[in-house]
């Protein structure tokens, strides 16, 4: 019998509690939308200036490889000058060389013509 009575009366102090909690519960559900408020607005801030310094971190890289294309197109430059004086008549040789393909190949068609002619040319009884 004692516990049947103090059942209805735990019941009573729970309702109690739970209409108390729902007006509380109401008042902390302003704070907590005003701390959503702040902290969304916190987040966007740090997403803002995460994205600022991505884009200053990707200035910087692409003025690098600017920098670096140029070092590269000087060095391969100054490796040229360095080839030149390791051996200083490789480029001569190199430009002679053209020269003699280029004369080789206008010559050509005219020993054929030459050959051609001198075939026509010769006698066919000796």
């Known amino acids: ?14 309702t109690v509690q739970n209409s108390g909690s729902l007006s509380f519960s109401s ?3 302003k704070e907590d939308e005003e701390i ?7 987040f966007r801030a740090k997403e803002e200036e995460i994205e600022r310094k991505k884009m200053e971190v990707r200035e910087k890289v692409q003025l690098q490889l600017g920098r670096v294309e140029e070092e ?9 000058e360095l080839e030149a004086l390791a051996d200083p008549m490789r ?6 060389r053209k020269k003699i ?26």
Do not use: F, W, Y
């Open 27 to 29: 008042h902390l559900s």
């Open 101 to 126: 393909d280029a004369v080789n190949k206008e010559l050509k068609p005219l020993g054929h013509t030459c050959q051609k002619k001198g075939i026509q040319g010769s006698p066919r009884g000796v």
């Open 91 to 96: 480029k001569e040789v190199a430009v002679v």
């Open 36 to 42: 959503s408020k702040s902290a969304l607005s916190t």
């Open 1 to 14: 019998m004692m516990q049947t009575e103090q059942q209805p009366q735990h019941q009573n102090q729970l």
């Open 72 to 80: 590269t197109k000087r060095l391969a430059s100054i490796r040229e």
